[in-house]
């Protein structure tokens, strides 16, 4: 087998709309928009820099059916420079840019090869020489809701040696919170014989399994705070015996994060504030040129839980941190670089606890003793959690968006839920039992 480089990218879902963003600068804003271009840029930078045999991109390519006619010009620049360099690019379409999509249709430079609804295979050739050094095999949406198990449709020829690679959108062992788009199983694919499965569609980077190699790359540039952590594609070398070395490489000028706050030891809300700002001042040092946007998560124990509880101090310190960070913005030159990063508070997550002993109270007999016990047992088995879940919801099942927004709940969600609503009763009925002890 020769050895030669790929890189594997997915779900560039150029020219989001970053919906639900209306409290930032508009500055900022513009920014967010350009984010996902500015990721294709570095990753067209990316392959000129590392020289690959190829890139193969595995679906939402776009981010919606009816693209607009910037996203379409973007992307074919990018082609044309790729093009130039001599690097060949692989293509399939996923459920969101599928091939009977309404859009423009700009012409693809002979360099890309788009794959067509059923599975289908080319021979990729190294750059330096020409000779062959894998087979390529991928299939596309033709619609935006592709329900079967396409990824039956792979199958190795067994008289050929070289290094199989397979491009595939789907959702491999139903992963939760994403469609079950092309669902298959992860010993579907194992049992394929392809030697790298190049999957799409689920945003988060992963990788399932080696030899074969079965790898979700993430996609370039993180949209919200549900795509948290760095985001880019994989470089991947193989060597002469067929064995793959994959490099994460960073391509996102906007990074989405949580950062955890504790108020353990704070005594007042200024104390709280001069903290966050630290730890916006320690996210900016660390940003490395990227603007990021994050959600404060309060935790720990102390006096403030109680006061947080209300929601309106934690609203007013997120305002007071963002009327800060607006007034840094406007003071700058024009263009966001890579001097000063843009740290922009998001939003606040409180999950404190009152001041109090939880272990000692889970070993007492009593109804707050076994309140938490029960909340660590829901924790662990998950049938228990859906009967709490059911429980509680009930009374507002009638109301369609709220049902909605449960069916949107992943499982760690609704295990924070369950947390939080077992720390708050905790808290409050400590509360009046020590003020019953008082008036006694």
């Not at 020409?130 to 020829?157: C, H, K, M, W």
């Not at 001069?274 to 603007?291: F, H, K, M, W």
């Not at 009638?398 to 609503?421: C, F, I, N, S």
Request: glycine share 8%; charged share 25%.
């Amino acid at each position: 087998m020769i050895p030669f480089r790929f890189i594997h990218a997915a779900d560039l879902h150029l020219d989001s709309p970053f919906a639900g963003m209306s409290s930032v600068p508009d500055r900022l804003r513009e920014h967010l928009q350009q984010s996902t271009f500015a990721a294709l840029n570095h990753l067209v930078e990316l392959a000129i820099a590392e020289q690959p045999d190829f890139i193969v991109i595995s679906g939402d390519v776009y981010d919606a059916s009816d693209s607009s006619l910037r996203a379409q010009l973007r992307l074919r620049e990018a082609w044309e420079l790729l093009g130039r360099h001599g690097i060949p690019v692989y293509v399939i379409h996923g459920n969101h840019d599928p091939l009977n999509a309404g859009r423009l249709r700009l012409a693809h430079p002979e360099h890309v090869t788009v794959f067509g609804p059923a599975a289908e295979s080319v021979t990729a050739l190294r750059r330096s020489d020409g000779e062959p050094v894998a087979v390529i095999t991928g299939i596309s949406y033709p619609t935006s809701a592709v329900t079967e198990n396409t990824s039956l449709q792979f199958r190795r020829d067994p008289s050929c040696s070289l290094f199989h690679i397979g491009l595939l959108h789907a959702n491999v062992d139903g992963q939760e919170g994403h469609d079950a788009y092309s669902p298959c199983s992860l010993r579907d694919l194992q049992q394929s014989g392809y030697d790298y499965w190049a999957l799409g569609h689920i945003h988060k980077r992963q990788i399932l399994h080696e030899a074969p190699w079965i790898v979700y790359p993430g996609n370039p540039q993180g949209r919200s705070l549900k795509e948290t952590g760095p985001k880019g594609c994989y470089v991947v070398d193989v060597n002469g015996h067929g064995e793959a070395r994959l490099s994460f490489r960073a391509l996102d000028t906007v990074r989405w994060q949580e950062a955890e706050l504790s108020i353990e030891g704070l005594a007042n809300e200024e104390q709280l504030r001069d903290l966050a700002e630290e730890l916006l001042e320690e996210l900016r040092e660390q940003a490395s040129g990227r603007v990021q946007i994050v959600r404060l998560v309060l935790s720990g124990r102390g006096p403030l839980h109680a006061m947080l509880q209300t929601g309106t101090e934690g609203e007013e310190l997120i305002q007071e941190l963002r009327r800060k960070e607006s007034r840094r913005l406007e003071g700058e030159a024009p263009g966001l670089g890579p001097s000063a990063p843009v740290v922009w508070p998001a939003g606040l997550k409180v999950r404190t606890g009152a001041d109090l002993d939880p272990e000692a109270m889970r070993q007492e007999d009593s109804f707050l003793g076994e309140l938490l016990r029960m909340a660590d047992l829901a924790e662990r088995e998950e049938e228990l959690l859906e009967q709490i879940m059911g429980s509680a919801l009930a009374a507002v099942s009638e109301d369609r968006r709220l049902r909605m927004l449960v069916r949107e709940l992943g499982t760690e969600d609704q295990k924070a839920l369950v947390r939080q609503a077992a720390e708050m009763a905790v808290s409050l009925l400590a509360e009046q039992e020590t003020k019953g002890g008082a008036q006694r």
